[in-house]
C-alpha cells in the first residue's frame, strides 16, 4: 500500500528565494555575531532632537520596523542590537507596511520632530524594484531617495524621509511643521523592493541611528542615548502577514496584497496556510498546523531554517481530490516560530471554505 499522504499534502518552502531586504536586494549576510550581553541605555541628552516614528500606524501590529542602520563600517552589516536587520552602508530606519493593497488604502508619513521643510521632491513612480537591471536606473538617476523631503530640526539636526507615494507629499519647501504633522504618505518611489519610509537622520551633517544617539562608537552593543521620545523596542523578528491561499504563494505576490481572501470556494485546487515574517535565523524552527473543519489535524509539519533571511515566507497545504476533498467549513492554521527552544513569534488565523 503506498502512502498517498506526499500527494495529499503540499510543503512549500520559499524562503530560500532571492528575498526583498531593504532598498535594494538582499546581499551575502555577514557572519552572526553575538547578541548583546545587556543593552546599556544612558539618559537623554538635553540637546538632542527628539524624535517619534514617522510613521501612522501601531507599530509591532500594523507596521513593523523592518531594518535598521548599519554600524558596522566594513562591508559587514549589522545592527545596534547585534542583529542582521539591516545591510550593508543603510543610513537609515525603514518601517514597512504589510503590502501595497495597505499602501493603496494610505499611510501617512508623519514629521518626526517640530523643523522646517529644506527641499523635497514628488513625482517618482512607485514600483518594487526586483532586479539588477531595475536597481541600476534608478542608481544612475540618482534618485535613490525617491519621492521625499529633508526636514531641518535646528542645531545641526535633520531628518530626510524617502519613498513616498507619488503625489502624496503634502508640504513645500520652507513650510514649518510641527511633530506628527503629515508629510505624505508610504510609497514605493525610488531605490525600494517594498512598502516603507526610509527615515535618515544627521546630526552637523553625519548620520545617527536613532535607536542609539550621536556617538563615535561603532558596532553594536555600545551604551545607547536613543532619540525616540518614548522607547522603542528593538524586534528584529515578527511576522508582517499571514492567512490563506487557494495556490501556491510567492513573495513578489505578497508584497503586492494579494491572498487576503475572507472566504474560499470548496473548489480550490489546493488550501495553503502561509506566513510572511521578518528576521527568521538559521536554526529557527517553523512549526505549522493546518485543521480542517472538523478539528482534524491535516497538517502538522515542522521546518528548520537553513538559512537566515530578512524576510520570508513559508507555509504548508492540502490539495483537493476526490478521495479526500477539501470540507466546507472554518478552517484553521496555527504557527509558531521557535528559537533555541523558545516561541518568538506566533499566531493563528480562520477562513470559511463554502
Ligand atoms: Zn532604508
Not at 493593497?101 to 527641499?119: I, K, S, Y
Not at 514605493?188 to 552637523?204: A, D, E, M, W
Request: negative net charge; glycine residues 10%; proline residues 5%.
Amino acid at each position: 500500500m503506498m502512502s498517498s499522504r506526499s500527494r495529499l499534502y503540499i510543503l512549500i518552502s520559499i524562503g530560500s528565494l532571492l528575498v526583498t531586504s531593504g532598498c535594494r536586494p538582499s546581499e551575502p549576510i555577514s557572519t552572526a555575531t553575538e547578541p548583546p550581553q545587556e543593552m546599556r541605555v544612558a539618559a537623554p541628552d538635553a540637546n538632542w532632537v527628539r524624535l517619534i516614528p514617522p510613521i501612522d500606524c501601531t507599530l509591532g501590529e500594523d507596521c513593523f520596523t523592518l531594518l535598521y542602520v548599519d554600524r558596522d563600517p566594513s562591508p559587514n552589516e549589522i545592527d545596534f542590537g547585534c542583529g542582521r536587520q539591516t545591510y550593508d552602508g543603510h543610513k537609515g530606519t525603514d518601517f514597512a507596511i504589510p503590502d501595497e493593497a495597505v499602501m493603496e488604502q494610505g499611510v501617512n508619513v508623519l514629521a518626526a520632530a517640530d523643523g522646517t521643510v529644506l527641499r523635497l521632491r514628488d513625482g517618482e513612480i512607485d514600483r518594487r524594484r526586483t532586479t539588477a537591471e531595475e536597481i541600476a536606473e534608478v542608481e544612475e538617476s540618482g534618485k535613490e531617495c525617491g519621492n521625499g523631503m529633508v526636514v531641518d530640526h535646528g542645531n545641526g539636526w535633520e531628518t530626510q524621509y524617502c519613498h513616498l507615494k507619488q503625489g502624496s507629499v503634502a508640504v513645500v519647501e520652507g513650510q514649518s511643521v510641527r511633530q506628527g504633522d503629515v508629510l505624505g504618505e508610504v510609497g514605493l518611489s525610488g531605490k525600494t523592493t517594498f512598502p516603507h519610509v526610509h527615515i535618515t537622520v544627521r546630526y552637523q551633517g553625519e548620520v545617527v541611528d536613532p535607536f542609539v544617539g550621536a556617538t563615535s562608537a561603532l558596532g553594536c552593543n555600545v551604551t545607547r542615548r536613543p532619540l525616540w521620545q518614548e522607547p522603542l523596542d528593538y524586534e528584529p523578528t515578527g511576522i508582517l502577514r499571514s492567512g490563506f491561499a487557494a495556490e501556491q504563494i510567492t513573495i513578489d505576490r505578497l508584497w503586492d496584497g494579494a491572498y487576503r481572501d475572507s472566504a474560499l470556494s470548496r473548489d480550490i485546487p489546493l488550501i495553503f496556510f502561509w506566513v510572511h515574517g521578518y528576521g527568521i535565523l538559521e536554526g529557527d524552527v517553523e512549526h505549522f498546523l493546518l485543521l480542517d473543519p472538523r478539528g482534524n489535524v491535516i497538517t502538522d509539519y515542522e521546518q528548520t531554517a537553513e538559512a537566515s533571511q530578512k524576510n520570508w515566507a513559508n507555509g504548508v497545504g492540502k490539495r483537493n481530490t476526490s478521495e479526500r476533498p477539501i470540507l466546507p467549513g472554518t478552517w484553521r492554521g496555527e504557527y509558531k516560530l521557535i528559537r533555541n527552544g523558545e516561541v518568538v513569534a506566533e499566531l493563528e488565523r480562520e477562513i470559511e471554505v463554502r
